[in-house]
Structures are given as structure tokens and as C-alpha cells.
């Protein structure tokens, strides 16, 4: 069964700094890996999604990179703004749609 | 641009009543998913809908969930007899031509079952 795991499950940085979310999942055999932001009570915005024939994808300051064979994906995030803050969820499609990790807390601070 | 839409935002009801929470993907996508989410814990998913069937369910989709698309536009989950262990946040999403394109989520409703 797949599991998810996000590193650190909280993150405070003052802004301006670049910083990496770690995710791992146990099976490789995924299609494709994806990154969502979710605020406070809010729904999941889609940021990335990587396909497991892929190792990146960037868009605006966000770049996401995929290690299929060792199970890890990092989403690193430069010059990080209040408006960052945010959870941010990783998620994997292998045999089952989309098992998510419990994501990572971020807080930038001004 | 194009948004997943979900009604109602919030749902309260009574424990052993019948929920029907609704869902509007974006107009042009094929697949349609329902995930929830308890307090605190992770998305999980439920059910994936494709082609006027349902293509996956998880363990968690049990005979007391069902889902439809009773038109063009609508995809509902419906919760037959509701317990308190049903209060979670219900999010639908749905995908474009391929099922492992992007999935794009709606605001999710918040079902509080009392």
C-alpha cells in the first residue's frame, strides 16, 4: 500500500528565503506525482504535476523536481513571500488515484 | 478560467440522514473523483467516475455512499444514512482526457454530521 510522507510538517522562514518541501512514497511504480497548496478551510489548488517520465517542472518561482526510483520529490520554493504561506500537499497516482501526504505547514514571515 | 464548483459550502445534518453533496467539474473533463478530508488528517480518496460508471472506489466507499451524474453538467455523492464519523471536508475533482492529467479540485463542502 502507498504511503506519503512530507518533511518538515511545519516550516516558519522570514521572507525572502528559499526554502525545500520534502515528500517520499514507498511504491515507485507511480504515473505521475502532483503538488497542491491548500489555505486555511479552502480547497486544493493544483501547483505542478510531474509525470513519472519527467525530473521537473518549474512554474514562476515554484520548481518541483521527481526521484522515481528513490521515492522522493522536492518542491523548492525561491525568494518566499507571506502570501506562500500556506499547506502544501504532495500527492501520487500509482495504483490508486491520487494518495496524498498530510503536507507541510509553511509561515513566511514579513 | 475554467473552476471545479461545489454546492452547498456547508451541510449540516442530523445523524441516520440522507446528504446529497453536489459538484459542477469543468465543462470539457472526463473524469470525476471524490476525495474527503477529516480534521487534521489527509485527503483520502473515495470514488473515480468515468464514462457514466465508477472506474476505482476505495475501502472507505462503502454501500452507503453512491455517486451519479444525473446530467450534462452535475456530479453527485450522496451519503444514504450519515454517522458522525461521516464530518469531514468532501472535495471533487475532476481530470481532462487522460486520467493522470492534472486534477483540479473544487472549494470543497464541509459536512458536519450532529
Known amino acids: 500500500k502507498q504511503e506519503v510522507t512530507q518533511i518538515p510538517a511545519a516550516l516558519s522562514v522570514p521572507e525572502g528565503e528559499n526554502l525545500v518541501l520534502n515528500c517520499s512514497f514507498t511504491?515507485?511504480?507511480?504515473?505521475?506525482l502532483q503538488w497542491f497548496r491548500q489555505d486555511p478551510g479552502k480547497g486544493l489548488t493544483s501547483l505542478l504535476l510531474?509525470?513519472?517520465?519527467?525530473r521537473e517542472q518549474t512554474s514562476g518561482r515554484l520548481n518541483a523536481s521527481l526521484d522515481k526510483s528513490s521515492g522522493r520529490s522536492t518542491l523548492y520554493i525561491a525568494a518566499s513571500q507571506p502570501g506562500d504561506s500556506a499547506t502544501y500537499l504532495c500527492a501520487v497516482w500509482g495504483n490508486t488515484p491520487l494518495v496524498f501526504g498530510k503536507g507541510t505547514r509553511l509561515s513566511v514571515i514579513a | 478560467e475554467p473552476e471545479v464548483t461545489q454546492t452547498p459550502s456547508h451541510q449540516v445534518t442530523q445523524m441516520g440522514q440522507e446528504v446529497i453533496l453536489r459538484c459542477v467539474p469543468i465543462?470539457?473533463?472526463?473524469?470525476f473523483y471524490w476525495y474527503r478530508q477529516i480534521l487534521g488528517q489527509k485527503v483520502e480518496f473515495l470514488v473515480s467516475f468515468y464514462n457514466n460508471e465508477i472506474s476505482e472506489k476505495s475501502e472507505i466507499f462503502d454501500d452507503q455512499f453512491s455517486v451519479e451524474r444525473p446530467d450534462g453538467s452535475n456530479f453527485t455523492l450522496k451519503i444514504r444514512s450519515t454517522k458522525l464519523e461521516d464530518s469531514a471536508m468532501y472535495f471533487c475533482?475532476?481530470?481532462?482526457?487522460?486520467?493522470?492529467?492534472?486534477?483540479?479540485f473544487g472549494p470543497g463542502t464541509r459536512l458536519t454530521v450532529l
Open positions: 511504491d515507485s511504480a507511480i504515473y505521475n
Open positions: 465543462s470539457n473533463h472526463l473524469y
Open positions: 475533482a475532476s481530470s481532462g482526457t487522460t486520467s493522470t492529467d492534472t486534477q483540479y
Open positions: 510531474i509525470q513519472s517520465s519527467q
